[in-house]
Each structure stands twice: as C-alpha cells, then as structure tokens.
C-alpha cells in the first residue's frame, strides 16, 4: 500500500511537471526549496516546497497529500512551515499557498486562513478545488499568467 509520504512525493513531481510547463508557456518562475528531510537534515528546515513569480510578485506554494484525510489538516505543516506562514504571509502579506491532492482532487488553501483560529475554516481557506489533471489550467486562470510572447516582448523592448 502507498503511503502519504509516496504520494506526497509523486505529487511534488507532477507539480514541477507543471510548474516547468508553465515556465516555458508563461509569465511564471519557480524555485524549489532543498527538501531538509532528504537531505538527511543537513540542511535548514525551509519555509516551503517552492517560491514562484509571476508578474510583479513572488509567493511561496507548499505541497501537501494524504491517502487517508479527505482535507488538509494543519498537523500537516512542519513548524518551519507554519512560521514561513505567519512571517511572511501573515506579517508581510505575501502569497501563501498550500496544494493539498487527495485521491486525484486538489484543494488550493490560502495558508494564511489555514492558521487563522483553534481549527481550519475550510470555506475560508478554500480558494478552488479542482481534478488533479485539471490543476495546470486552474492555476493558470486563478494566478492570471500571461502567456510567454508578453513576458518575450518585455525583455525585447527593455532597452528600447
């Protein structure tokens, strides 16, 4: 049987899967944080999966999956995770995005609600959900991306 952290992994790779297509059709970018569990905790505990641009602004996306919680439980969030939460996306309003995929459906939560009170207000948190193979062209509509001819003509016309 495969476990959470089986399909987490999977999960993490189909998004890179995504997140590069939309790298080269887009206005997007994406770093991926080094993971410090697999580095065998040599490395600092990170504040997400990945911190993405797109145009004018940056903002930190973690993923997350459970073979077993139909919803995203905070118990999910490693303390690094949670402070990168309340710091930058509580303090100085950036962006925070957790996508949580349970059997083939992906819940996009605002990670700044997922903290908010004693337990998650789901219809707070809740930006969209979605198919799992619908997700690239949700994220494209929800983060309103530009298709990579502007982002060309910008670097283009820079000097002009």
Known sequence: ???SQDIGKDFEKMLEGIFSTLTQTHSFKMHKFVDSHAAGNTVAA?????????DRSLFF????ASTKNKRFQRSMLRPAQRG???????????????????????HCLDARHVLKGKSINY???LVFRCLLTELQSKLVKYWNLDPINVVITRIQTHDE
């Open 1 to 3: 049987m495969r476990t």
């Open 46 to 54: 990170q504040p997400a999966d990945y911190m993405l641009a797109r």
């Open 61 to 64: 996306c973690e993923a997350k």
């Open 84 to 106: 990168a939460i309340l710091h930058y996306g509580v303090g100085l309003r950036v962006p925070y995005f957790i996508l949580f995929n349970h059997k083939d459906e992906v």
């Open 123 to 125: 219809d707070a948190s």
